[in-house]
C-alpha cells in the first residue's frame, strides 16, 4: 500500500492517556500497555480522527526539525508497527 496516498486513524479497540506529553495506549483485546515518546505522541494526537498521512508528515515537518525523506520513513515505520498490534487503521479512503 502507498502510505502518501493512505489515510490514516486510531482502532477502536484502545484507551490512551497523555501523560505529560507522553502518551500511554491500553489495548483493550490484549491487555497490553504501549509508552509513545513525544513524537508519536503528536502522532497519536493526528490520528484522532482519519488524517491522510501526507499531512500527518507536513504536520510533524512544521513542528520538528526534520527532512521529508526521513520524516516519511520514521512515521511510516511507527505506523506499521501500530497497524501490526491492531492500534491504528490505514486504508486508501477517509473513513469516518
Given at each position: 500500500?502507498?502510505?502518501?496516498?493512505?489515510?490514516?486513524?486510531?482502532?477502536?479497540?484502545?484507551?490512551?492517556?497523555?501523560?505529560?506529553?507522553?502518551?500511554?495506549?491500553?489495548?483493550?483485546?490484549?491487555?497490553?500497555?504501549?509508552?509513545?515518546?513525544?513524537?508519536?505522541?503528536r502522532?497519536?494526537?493526528?490520528?484522532?480522527?482519519?488524517?491522510?498521512?501526507?499531512?500527518?508528515?507536513?504536520?510533524?515537518?512544521?513542528?520538528?526539525e526534520?527532512?521529508?525523506?526521513?520524516?516519511g520513513?520514521?512515521?511510516?515505520?511507527?505506523?506499521?508497527?501500530?497497524?501490526?498490534?491492531?492500534?491504528?487503521?490505514?486504508?486508501?479512503?477517509?473513513?469516518?
Amino acid at each position: 500500500m502507498d502510505m502518501n496516498s493512505s489515510f490514516v486513524r486510531r482502532s477502536t479497540n484502545q484507551i490512551a492517556c497523555d501523560m505529560g506529553g507522553e502518551v500511554v495506549i491500553l489495548d483493550l483485546k490484549s491487555g497490553t500497555y504501549y509508552g509513545l515518546d513525544v513524537v508519536a505522541a503528536r502522532v497519536w494526537s493526528l490520528i484522532e480522527q482519519p488524517l491522510p498521512f501526507s499531512a500527518i508528515c507536513d504536520t510533524i515537518m512544521s513542528e520538528y526539525e526534520v527532512d521529508a525523506e526521513t520524516c516519511g520513513r520514521d512515521v511510516s515505520s511507527f505506523l506499521d508497527q501500530m497497524k501490526a498490534v491492531g492500534l491504528v487503521e490505514i486504508s486508501n479512503e477517509a473513513v469516518c
